[in-house]
């Protein structure tokens, strides 16, 4: 039971990074574990975002891969509603990746 309280943990400290990212911006699962302390934790982002799908002041979609790849929009309803929340505040995307993603990049701290 130890490990689900640690997982809810850090899970709680994913998302309150996540919702600062700013409407427009977008960062990374790993920026996200570095932010943390735990710069080898991507995947536990990950698996942290893919949990957060009902928690509606969780900006899941601001969240990709450190090329600017959409892997998570599996995860989301409908075949392109991450991409479309994306381009909604302003972002461009092209073959599911962001187009010059260092304009859009936010860096946690």
Known sequence: MENKAISDSFFERVYAIVRQIPYGKVTSYGAIA???????????????????HGLEDVPAHRVVNRKGLLTGKHHFEGTNLMQQLLESE???????QIVDLEKY?????
Not at 90 to 95: L, S
Not at 105 to 109: G, H, S
Request: charge should be positive.
């Open 34 to 52: 570095k932010a943390l302390g735990t710069a080898r934790s991507a995947r536990m982002v990950g698996w942290a975002m893919n949990a957060s």
């Open 105 to 109: 990049y936010w860096e946690p701290k």
């Open 90 to 96: 302003g972002i461009k995307i092209h073959n599911n």
